[in-house]
């Protein structure tokens, strides 16, 4: 025995339940289609909403911001000084949420885990939804508060649990998923929010799947549901619909304040490069010029799902362009993806721990890149392939 055999059983263990991922590799840029694995398929995987990430006008952009100023910024921005690129991002970006302030961190990922533990701490409680995403559930296990998990979507569950735990707490915090990315249903954030006032609980919302999705031309869940300036703190990514990478904090100055002072991703890591952020002031150009991008998305991901209930598929609670194909057991949405894959299209399974066992699915992700034939050669593929595999007549 050495001391990494466990993990090779580990990993026999994943390959024989149907959960080992390979990863596929990419030769191509962003779009409609991609080669995969050298192969020419139909591209449902990304989370390129709006087409973004290989948009000419963002390209150009980070292109002429590399001549002018270079890649790297060198270190972290509290230390060695901020570039005007990053303030001029972060002052965009509370502009288009229609905030006060907004601050940029290196991912969606690390914006949890930099605003979490710098709200709450051991003497707190945090109530979370149940399928919060990973870094929302590393964020709050990093800030030693107490963790409630409330039922998904559920509000009278959140309540019941606030009303039994809330006394015993120095201080609060309501954290949920706006649309939560395996199901593509979004959270009650009007309701949820008349609790936190109720209660006068901290509110903060991950937007990650509702950036450049939701709202007036894309601003998101809160602008969605008409909460402007009852949410505490909105987190944001720019690696989804906004084609590039990184993460925000959206919200009041005071909360910006503190996230620039004790974010520990923020003082204690670098920022995005150069090329990111003047792609993601190019990807909020476009955003602010026209609504055409977020409409072709909506459209499309109307159309596709149509197709997919009228060929009788599940694809559970979806409102959103988030489209999961519902199968159940793991190797099923395994072989449902090769044979995909086989047929030219390029959609992932996804199964434990990514999902509950036994919820094992397919999860299509449609963009405004798509054009009609495209959704239709994928609703073709899907037919062909669930009716050999059974999935439907
Ligand atoms: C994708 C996602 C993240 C992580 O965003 P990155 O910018 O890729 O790190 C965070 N939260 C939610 C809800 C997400 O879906």
Excluded at 196 to 205: E, P
Aim: neutral net charge; contains cysteine; hydrophobic residues 45%.
């Amino acid at each position: 025995m050495t001391k990494t055999d466990w993990i090779k059983q580990e990993i026999e263990g994943l390959q024989t339940a149907g959960l080992y991922n390979r990863i596929r590799t990419i030769g191509s840029p962003q779009g409609a289609w991609l080669v995969v694995d050298g192969k020419r398929v139909l591209n449902f995987c990304s989370n390129n909403y709006l087409g973004l990430a290989n948009h000419p006008q963002l390209t150009a952009a980070a292109k002429k911001a590399i001549d002018e100023l270079g890649i790297g910024p060198a270190a972290v921005r509290s230390i060695a000084g901020t570039m005007t690129l990053h303030v001029e991002l972060e002052r965009r970006l509370a502009a288009f949420k229609g905030v006060a302030a907004a601050i940029t961190f290196q991912s969606g990922f690390n914006a949890n885990l930099a605003t979490i533990p710098a709200l709450v701490g051991k003497e707190d409680i945090i109530f979370s939804d149940r399928l919060n995403h990973a870094s929302i559930i590393d964020g709050c296990r990093l800030s030693g508060a107490k963790i409630i998990a409330y039922e998904h979507c559920d509000v009278a569950s959140l309540e019941a649990q606030i009303k039994e735990n809330l006394a015993q707490y120095r201080r609060a915090i309501i954290i949920t998923d706006g649309v939560f990315s395996m199901d593509g249903d979004v959270a009650p954030l009007d309701k949820i929010c008349a609790v936190a006032q109720k209660y006068d609980i901290l509110l903060m919302v991950d937007d990650a799947h509702g950036e450049g999705v939701l709202g007036k031309g894309g601003r998101g869940i809160v602008d969605h549901f008409g909460l402007h300036g009852k949410v505490d703190v909105e987190v944001g990514t720019l690696s989804k619909a906004f084609g590039v990478v990184g993460g925000v904090v959206a919200g009041s100055p005071v909360v910006v304040e503190w996230l620039r002072q004790r974010g520990r991703p923020f003082l204690f890591s670098s920022a995005v490069t150069v090329p990111d952020a003047a792609a993601c002031i190019a990807a909020l150009d476009i955003l602010e010029a026209s609504t055409e991008l977020v409409d072709r998305l909506w459209d499309n991901a109307n159309y596709f799902k149509a197709g997919m209930k009228e060929l009788g598929f599940d694809t559970g609670l979806s409102t959103t362009p988030i489209t999961p194909v519902m199968l159940g057991e793991a190797p099923l949405a395994q072989q449902f993806s090769r044979e995909l894959f086989e047929a030219g299209v390029f959609a992932m399974a996804i199964g434990y721990p990514t999902v509950p066992q036994g919820k094992a699915r397919i999860r299509v992700m449609i963009s405004a890149a798509h054009g009609k034939d495209d959704l239709d050669k994928g609703l073709e593929a899907f037919a062909a392939v669930g009716r050999k595999l059974s999935v439907i007549k």
